[in-house]
């Protein structure tokens, strides 16, 4: 695995800010000033949106930004496309600051660099899925014969061979969503952004369209945006997890993290639900040694999940493992230690939970 | 005496009142009754005018009555009209000549290809069997009873009327959906031409155009049926679902390609059911036009009125409504075809 650090950042936001209401200019003093939402929404009838957001998103990772309805999740994706205006700040993509674009910049922008899927699939009902397919090769002024291999190929990859004739109200809405897959492929942008594209489907049919997300993902490498409210769903498909509320950034990192050092009553609310040894790797909770343990129980990679060593242990509490990396030992794991590791979070005294009783 | 002079008193404008010359009414028979009896009309506050017009003119004879609001009106509108008809006259004419080419057309072409034509047109738009026995049916009756003519100069106005109130209504539809100010000018006249009298718009036009000229007609059935089809399309690209619009921008989409391949499109069913009304409007309007001599039906039905032709004008009202329901079937189908394509 190649280090966040040495990746390449695809998309930096700074110090963005964006306040809804009649003269955002003239509130975003006392936003800096450390105002919190409820505040400025009460004394200046202004809406907080986004406070002060700074995220590197890297090139090649599945960066998923969680958080409830109201946190600001679906307003800071849209920034990054300029379909919001940002009231402060920077939203560079390569370097180049996309809040300065001239309106034809813009769409060349969103033409070439940007594709996005929507939460409620958004086709274009008068169009064939095939036409909605090639969507962004038609914007672009690209006839139709010249689109239809690809928009064709594209389907086939996602799964709906031989649908391309039939309109977008004759699928289910698992297939419309594969659809707007298609769609975004299709413009062969870099830059994937999903806004919570999975959250209308139903649990089985989302659970297929994650595992196609990463397979995709693993083959094209795409610079994947992605918003969710699922923390499940952020656990399983995130390289790297922002956790937004009330329109700033609680928490940042790796999921694992995360989820090990929760720095915020918020975050363990919310992962006092999940279930931790399908989500904890072997790597987060091992000892990092090289010396081989006495009586080794068997060898584990590095990025099995604890649910799997649970079941090759049988329940034993006694064994010690060698966990690897490419067949190499990086460190040992004490069954002991996984089982402490499992010990789950309660939900806080303070936090959302009891607030809301 | 009257009754208000104590308010030209208290202003100090007596000077002004008699300085006013003979502006004064006729003498009301009340005043004369009351001259005669050699006493003043005595006024309780039970009968206490109100200060119209003509009783501050009773106090005060420079002070204007009532009738110089409608005189002068009317010669406010006389002197702007000869210049209004520089203006309006050439702009207008090609409207004559659209109607007197499809009268001239529709009379001068032989029934056998006029009829038939029609029914392909039907068949063409609605697909449907049913609906096209039924045109036959009924355009077969009327030329039966020798009302064929009058039926298809009727036929030939609405046509050229609702072909131009959608060539003009769709793109003022548009425009109003794209501005919130343009939409907040644009509706009171829309509700004033809804809401006027449909005798009234034919006042000023009587005196703008000769009766003579088709356009005269014409432009009364435009501003009428006009209405629905400009509020149905604004109404429909409002309607359009913001999320498909989002998707559109977010792949890049020029304003141009978003009217053209997302709002138009998705709002068809909308300005289609907009073009029905209008069709259904211009054939109330060419009824009551017949009046400024548009030809048609509506003639036989006012002659049923002024010569009490009881059988003329109920055949020819019935003309009407065979005529109106054929129109409406034949655009409602369309609409339904329209709507079943895009939406299951």
Same mark, same amino acid.
């Given at each position: 695995?190649?280090?966040?650090?040495?990746?390449?950042?695809?998309?930096?936001?700074?110090?963005?800010?964006?306040?809804?209401?009649?003269?955002?200019?003239?509130?975003?003093?006392?936003?800096?000033?450390?105002?919190?939402?409820?505040?400025? *929404?009460?004394? @200046?009838?202004? &809406? +907080?949106?986004?406070?002060?957001?700074?995220? %590197? $998103?890297?090139?090649?990772?599945?960066?998923?930004?969680?958080?409830?309805?109201?946190?600001?999740?679906?307003?800071?994706?849209?920034?990054?496309?300029?379909?919001?205006?940002?009231?402060?700040?920077?939203?560079?993509?390569?370097?180049?600051?996309?809040?300065?674009?001239?309106?034809?910049?813009?769409?060349?922008?969103?033409?070439?660099?940007?594709?996005?899927?929507?939460?409620?699939?958004? *086709?274009?009902? @008068?169009?064939? &899925? +095939?036409?909605?397919?090639?969507?962004?090769? %038609? $914007?672009?002024?690209?006839?139709?014969?010249?689109?239809?291999?690809?928009?064709?190929?594209?389907?086939?990859?996602?799964?709906?061979?031989?649908?391309?004739?039939?309109?977008?109200?004759?699928?289910?809405?698992?297939?419309?969503?594969?659809?707007?897959?298609?769609?975004?492929?299709?413009?062969?942008?870099?830059?994937?952004?999903?806004?919570?594209?999975?959250?209308?489907?139903?649990?089985?049919?989302?659970?297929?369209?994650?595992? +196609?997300?990463?397979?995709?993902?693993?083959?094209?490498?795409?610079?994947?945006?992605?918003?969710?409210?699922?923390?499940?769903?952020?656990?399983?498909?995130?390289?790297?997890?922002?956790?937004?509320?009330?329109?700033?950034?609680?928490?940042?990192?790796?999921?694992?993290?995360?989820?090990?050092?929760?720095?915020?009553?918020?975050?363990?609310?919310?992962?006092?639900?999940?279930?931790?040894?399908?989500?904890?790797?072997?790597?987060?909770?091992?000892?990092?040694?090289?010396?081989?343990?006495?009586?080794?129980?068997?060898?584990?990679?590095?990025?099995?999940?604890?649910?799997?060593?649970?079941?090759?242990?049988?329940?034993?509490?006694?064994?010690?493992?060698?966990?690897?990396?490419?067949?190499?030992?990086?460190?040992?794991?004490?069954?002991?230690?996984?089982?402490?590791?499992?010990?789950?979070?309660?939900?806080?005294?303070?936090?959302?939970?009891?607030?809301?009783? | 005496?009257?009754?208000?002079?104590?308010?030209?008193?208290?202003?100090?404008?007596?000077?002004?009142?008699?300085?006013?010359?003979?502006?004064?009414?006729?003498?009301?028979?009340?005043?004369?009754?009351?001259?005669?009896?050699?006493?003043?009309?005595?006024?309780?506050?039970?009968?206490?005018?109100?200060?119209?017009?003509?009783?501050?003119?009773?106090?005060?004879?420079?002070?204007?009555?009532?009738?110089?609001?409608?005189?002068?009106?009317?010669?406010?509108?006389?002197?702007?009209?000869?210049?209004?008809?520089?203006?309006?006259?050439?702009?207008?004419?090609?409207?004559?000549?659209?109607?007197?080419?499809?009268?001239?057309?529709?009379?001068?072409?032989?029934?056998?290809?006029?009829?038939?034509?029609?029914?392909?047109?039907?068949?063409?738009?609605?697909?449907?069997?049913?609906?096209?026995?039924?045109?036959?049916?009924?355009?077969?009756?009327?030329?039966?009873?020798?009302?064929?003519?009058?039926?298809?100069?009727?036929?030939?106005?609405?046509?050229?009327?609702?072909?131009?109130?959608?060539?003009?209504?769709?793109?003022?539809?548009?425009?109003?959906?794209?501005?919130?100010?343009?939409?907040?000018?644009?509706?009171?006249?829309?509700?004033?031409?809804?809401?006027?009298?449909?005798?009234?718009?034919?006042?000023?036009?009587?005196?703008?155009?000769?009766?003579?000229?088709?356009?005269?007609?014409?432009?009364?059935?435009?501003?009428?049926?006009?209405?629905?089809?400009?509020?149905?399309?604004?109404?429909?690209?409002?309607?359009?679902?913001?999320?498909?619009?989002?998707?559109?921008?977010?792949?890049?989409?020029?304003?141009?390609?978003?009217?053209?391949?997302?709002?138009?499109?998705?709002?068809?069913?909308?300005?289609?059911?907009?073009?029905?009304?209008?069709?259904?409007?211009?054939?109330?309007?060419?009824?009551?036009?017949?009046?400024?001599?548009?030809?048609?039906?509506?003639?036989?039905?006012?002659?049923?009125?002024?010569?009490?032709?009881?059988?003329?004008?109920?055949?020819?009202?019935?003309?009407?409504?065979?005529?109106?329901?054929?129109?409406?079937?034949?655009?409602?189908?369309?609409?339904?075809?329209?709507?079943?394509?895009?939406?299951?």
């Amino acid at each position: 695995m190649i280090k966040r650090s040495e990746k390449n950042t695809k998309i930096a936001i700074r110090n963005l800010y964006k306040i809804f209401g009649a003269d955002p200019e003239s509130v975003l003093g006392y936003v800096r000033d450390g105002m919190s939402k409820a505040e400025l *929404l009460e004394k @200046h009838n202004h &809406v +907080l949106g986004l406070n002060n957001i700074n995220v %590197d $998103v890297k090139e090649g990772d599945i960066t998923v930004m969680m958080g409830l309805s109201g946190s600001g999740k679906s307003t800071l994706i849209r920034h990054l496309n300029r379909l919001i205006e940002p009231t402060a700040g920077e939203v560079d993509l390569d370097g180049v600051n996309i809040v300065d674009l001239s309106g034809k910049e813009l769409r060349r922008l969103r033409r070439e660099e940007m594709s996005m899927v929507f939460q409620h699939f958004a *086709l274009l009902p @008068h169009r064939t &899925v +095939l036409e909605n397919a090639g969507m962004p090769m %038609d $914007v672009r002024g690209v006839p139709k014969s010249e689109f239809e291999d690809e928009a064709n190929k594209w389907l086939d990859r996602v799964g709906l061979k031989g649908v391309g004739d039939q309109y977008p109200f004759q699928l289910s809405g698992g297939m419309q969503q594969r659809v707007g897959i298609a769609r975004a492929l299709c413009s062969n942008a870099p830059v994937m952004l999903m806004d919570e594209a999975f959250s209308a489907l139903d649990p089985l049919i989302r659970t297929d369209m994650q595992e +196609l997300l990463l397979e995709l993902q693993s083959e094209l490498q795409k610079t994947v945006v992605f918003i969710s409210h699922d923390l499940d769903e952020a656990l399983k498909l995130a390289d790297h997890l922002v956790i937004l509320k009330d329109g700033y950034v609680v928490q940042q990192g790796e999921p694992q993290e995360i989820l090990i050092a929760p720095n915020d009553d918020y975050i363990v609310d919310f992962i006092s639900d999940i279930n931790r040894a399908r989500v904890l790797r072997v790597r987060s909770v091992m000892e990092k040694t090289e010396r081989p343990p006495e009586n080794p129980a068997g060898e584990v990679d590095e990025n099995d999940n604890l649910e799997s060593v649970i079941a090759r242990s049988e329940g034993e509490t006694a064994l010690t493992y060698i966990v690897t990396r490419n067949g190499k030992q990086i460190g040992t794991l004490k069954m002991t230690n996984l089982v402490k590791a499992l010990v789950p979070t309660a939900a806080s005294e303070e936090g959302l939970r009891t607030s809301a009783v | 005496m009257a009754t208000y002079d104590f308010v030209f008193r208290a202003l100090g404008l007596e000077r002004w009142c008699t300085s006013g010359g003979d502006n004064a009414a006729p003498m009301s028979m009340e005043a004369l009754v009351a001259q005669s009896s050699g006493e003043e009309a005595s006024t309780s506050i039970w009968e206490l005018p109100f200060p119209s017009m003509d009783r501050l003119n009773d106090a005060c004879q420079a002070f204007p009555q009532s009738r110089n609001v409608t005189r002068g009106l009317e010669q406010g509108f006389l002197n702007v009209k000869d210049s209004m008809s520089v203006v309006l006259d050439p702009l207008t004419q090609p409207l004559s000549w659209m109607l007197e080419a499809a009268l001239y057309g529709i009379l001068n072409t032989p029934w056998w290809i006029v009829i038939p034509g029609l029914m392909l047109i039907v068949w063409l738009v609605s697909k449907s069997w049913q609906l096209l026995a039924f045109v036959a049916i009924s355009l077969g009756g009327l030329a039966f009873i020798d009302y064929y003519s009058y039926a298809m100069q009727t036929l030939a106005i609405i046509m050229v009327c609702a072909f131009l109130c959608v060539l003009f209504g769709v793109p003022i539809g548009i425009a109003m959906s794209r501005s919130d100010k343009m939409r907040a000018g644009t509706i009171p006249i829309l509700d004033m031409l809804q809401t006027l009298p449909p005798f009234v718009y034919l006042i000023p036009l009587i005196f703008l155009f000769s009766v003579t000229e088709p356009k005269l007609y014409g432009i009364a059935i435009i501003l009428y049926a006009i209405v629905p089809v400009i509020r149905l399309t604004d109404l429909g690209i409002r309607m359009v679902d913001e999320s498909v619009i989002e998707a559109a921008e977010a792949f890049g989409m020029t304003d141009r390609q978003k009217l053209y391949g997302v709002q138009i499109p998705l709002a068809l069913p909308n300005i289609m059911a907009g073009v029905n009304q209008t069709i259904m409007m211009s054939l109330a309007m060419v009824v009551i036009a017949s009046l400024v001599s548009a030809p048609g039906l509506g003639v036989l039905v006012l002659r049923g009125i002024n010569n009490l032709e009881l059988g003329v004008g109920l055949v020819s009202g019935l003309g009407i409504v065979l005529l109106a329901v054929m129109l409406d079937r034949t655009t409602k189908a369309a609409l339904n075809r329209i709507n079943a394509s895009q939406k299951g």
